[in-house]
């Protein structure tokens, strides 16, 4: 089975059982240089976009000898470029053989070749390849490749045709590993597990409580601690290094420099999660200013003084050496709390707090007004619960608090992606400035396909202006929307931004002059900034 083939039996069944087995089929056919890249393209590895869309488009359109016009209306109504271009360019006789791995070494190749180099090498391909093939080839060049698989399928795959446990291959595989430069061998033998003590565990993350949990849990056999607002990491100290990553997989070290001194503070073999804040003065400060250090490619002096970072550490993984997942919570808060009691750790270590309460109606009351404590909710953690991997029912929740909601004007719409592409799905709404209406948020989600389907006809009825794809519409539509957090932004001309915005209904009793103000948001975030300090 080559990668063509794996793509066209995941695409056509939507049963993970049936999914597992493709991939282990896959594995136990696919030449062996072939399928650590095919693993890794179905766990997200994509290579960087290497040229610019408006070439692709130009080209295919030049090739298939269309009008650039026609091409780009295509794209509009088929809401994939990719899948855009295949249908431009496919041909009747059958497709070139497709080598995975030459094929994506090329695509890598492109970023360094000039743009007449790189239009030689593409139409070679476009005149190879025809169907799933030339889809696939166009993915990648676009850099929007995915496979309808998820991680853990992938894990389960693997773990049957390795005969490892699924833990354990999790591990092996955490981090950003090169397949060009990775093999069977060296990611999996487990005498080179040494070699790559930068790695982290798998981290282990919470369901959504459900109501059902309450009827029969006692809160003395649960540990509960507030729901920070931050970056989910992992701390690695071993062998006289600091390797900070974050739950995305990302290593942040260079990033998170206020972490370094712990490697001649903290003992080789220490493993620390945590959520990472910024923090002054006592105080955690504002989630968007941390992403503002994320963002840039050096930190400055002023960086650090202007927003410090600090870890709030509720999990000891590692401990002397040794993988400590498998004790109790309380044993390895234990372990922490030792850890943690040197006064001079606290700039930067801080441990979590636990919060004592008598009933779960007690804990319901700080979860409601948890946003004046600086958190985002509760964490409940059994006390006797081992650190498990990935997401796991039962021993680990977040009860998180109501979110906070706004009422928008929708202004502009435009049309989606996939299955949504004949429909507008990316609304913006905004909000009154005195008489003016200004854009404060975009929102994709949260509507039924009924719904969609009635909002897409009403804006194709009330369409003022076209923009491409964009479509502006008259005034009208209120819609209730959700967020999690508020910050100032020079990116809206509002000034504000919202952080996990999304629709919760279509308010068919308010008319748009009854939508919220721009100092509406203003109170609101001055609110949420006195509450944290």
């Known amino acids: 089975m080559n990668f063509v083939e794996l793509f066209e039996r995941i695409d056509a069944t939507t049963k993970t059982s049936e999914k597992t087995e493709i991939i282990y089929n896959y594995l136990q056919s696919a030449e062996e240089e072939e399928k650590l890249l095919g693993i890794a393209l179905l766990m997200g590895y994509k290579p960087k976009r290497p040229i610019k869309t408006t070439d692709l488009r130009k080209w295919a359109a030049q090739v298939a000898g269309i009008p650039l016009w026609l091409l780009e209306e295509s794209y509009y109504v088929v809401g994939d470029l990719a899948e855009t271009l295949g249908l431009v360019l ?38 190879m390849f025809s169907g799933t093939s030339l889809f696939l080839f166009n993915k990648l060049l ?17 773990s049957r045709y390795l005969t490892m446990e699924e833990p354990v291959v999790e591990h092996r595989i955490m981090g950003k590993w090169d397949p060009f430069q990775e093999s069977f061998e060296t990611l999996f033998q487990e005498q080179l597990l ?72 903290l003992p080789n073999g220490t493993v620390l999660d945590g959520e990472i804040i910024p923090w002054k003065d006592g105080y955690p400060l504002d989630f968007q200013l941390m992403q503002t250090r994320i963002g840039r490619k050096q930190v400055s002096k002023r960086n650090l003084e202007e927003v410090p970072l600090v870890m709030v550490c509720y999990d000891l993984l590692e401990w002397n050496g040794e993988d400590i997942r498998g004790l109790p919570l309380h044993e390895r808060r234990r372990l922490l709390e030792e850890l943690l009691k040197a006064d001079f750790l606290s700039p930067i270590l801080k441990l979590s707090t636990i919060k004592s309460f ?33 997401r796991k029912r039962g021993n680990w929740w977040k009860w998180k608090a109501d979110p906070m909601t706004v009422d928008g004007v929708l202004i502009y719409a435009q049309s989606g992606h996939g299955r949504r592409a004949n429909l507008f799905t990316d609304y913006t709404f905004a909000v009154w400035d005195e008489e003016v209406l200004v854009p404060f948020t975009k929102a994709y989600s949260g509507l039924t396909d009924r719904e969609l389907t009635e909002v897409d006809q009403w ?14 519409v008259k005034p009208e539509l209120v819609f209730e929307l959700a967020f999690e957090g508020i910050g100032l932004s020079t990116r809206h001309k509002s000034g504000i931004a919202l952080r996990f915005p999304r629709i919760l209904r279509l308010r068919r009793d308010k008319i748009a002059q009854e939508a919220n103000t721009k100092q509406d948001l203003l109170t609101l975030l001055n609110t949420r900034n006195e509450s944290n300090r």
């Open 90 to 127: 496919t041909k009747d006789n059958d497709s070139h053989p497709f080598y995975l791995r030459p094929l994506v070494q090329d695509v890598i190749m492109l970023q360094k070749q000039s743009t007449e180099q790189q239009r030689q090498v593409i139409e070679s391909y476009w005149s």
């Open 142 to 158: 676009t850099g929007n490749f995915r496979v309808g698989v998820s991680r853990k399928l992938v894990v389960k795959a693997l």
């Open 194 to 265: 040494q070699e790559k003590h930068f790695l982290p565990y798998p981290f282990f993350l919470a369901y959504p409580v459900e109501p059902s949990f309450f009827e029969g849990a006692d809160i003395e056999e649960w540990i509960l601690e507030p729901k920070l607002d931050g970056i989910r990491g992992q701390i690695i100290i071993r062998q006289d290094e600091v390797f900070v990553w974050s739950r995305g997989q990302d290593l942040m070290t260079d990033k998170f420099i206020e972490f370094q001194p712990l490697r001649s503070i």
């Open 358 to 390: 008598q009933s779960w109606q007690e804990a319901e009351l700080f979860r409601i007004s948890s946003r004046e404590h600086n958190a985002e909710g509760l964490m409940l953690k059994h006390r006797d619960s081992p650190y498990e991997v990935g």
């Open 459 to 472: 804006i194709k009825r009330n369409t003022l202006e076209k923009f491409g794809p964009v479509r502006r």
